[in-house]
């Protein structure tokens, strides 16, 4: 069984030493950032089981954080550390989606078993959603091509009764594939319509970004 990578975001040197030596001990495969944007750099470029941050960062809020990572990558266990164990603070960072709130100091071997237990729920949620794209991709192919052919017919006849329909359509079926930045774009083209037709250019720049996962899903599939 491969070692859970776990990246750890901590400013301070000597914290960082002592919390390394403790995750290699508790058989994990330490990884570190000195601040907010190092881990999301390190989020970009690396395959990380688990997330360990401490609240005060001298770049980003720790709430911030947990949010940019939950919006970035929503399965991925987020556990905040706060040398000040605020009810308030661990209350906002529940609900901005992070798994664990702990106060600091704390024992790395007393929790290793709750850390284990979300690596695990992790990989098997990300085992399933794998499943699931390769299942899905097939119907994405099937459909979803359609329905951008009618969104562009419909803004450019500034049907925006029909356009709107569409975009729900083509956020249902959106919904089930990995690329984060077509729903982006599906959103800012509903925070569009809400009040007048959506934006050609924006339009455009969907259909490029499903061009490419086009490309990508017909590859997968050999």
Request: with cysteine; aromatic share 6%; hydrophobic share 45%.
């Amino acid at each position: 069984m491969s070692v859970a990578r776990v990246l750890f975001v901590e400013d301070e040197t000597v914290a960082r030493e002592l919390i390394r030596v403790q995750l290699k001990s508790c058989d994990f495969f330490p990884l570190f950032a000195e601040d907010g944007n190092s881990c999301l750099e390190a989020l970009k470029e690396e395959e990380i089981s688990l997330l360990i941050m401490d609240y005060q960062l001298p770049d980003i809020s720790g709430l911030s954080l947990v949010r940019i990572v939950k919006e970035m990558k929503p399965g991925l266990p987020v556990v905040v550390l706060s040398a000040q164990p605020d009810p308030v603070i661990r209350e906002a960072v529940l609900e901005a989606g992070a798994e664990l709130f702990l106060p600091k100091p704390f024992n790395m071997s007393k929790i290793k078993e709750q850390l284990e237990q979300l690596v695990g729920t992790a990989l098997s949620r990300k085992s399933l959603t794998a499943e699931r794209n390769s299942q899905a991709g097939k119907l994405f192919l099937e459909v979803v091509p359609g329905y951008f052919e009618e969104l562009q017919k419909a803004v450019a006849a500034e049907d925006a009764r029909v356009a709107s329909r569409l975009v729900h359509k083509l956020k249902g079926a959106l919904s089930v594939c990995s690329e984060p930045g077509l729903l982006v774009l599906i959103k800012k083209i509903e925070e569009v319509i809400s009040s007048s037709m959506p934006h050609k250019k924006l339009v455009n720049a969907l259909g490029e970004k499903l061009d490419e996962y086009y490309a990508i899903l017909k590859g997968a599939g050999g």
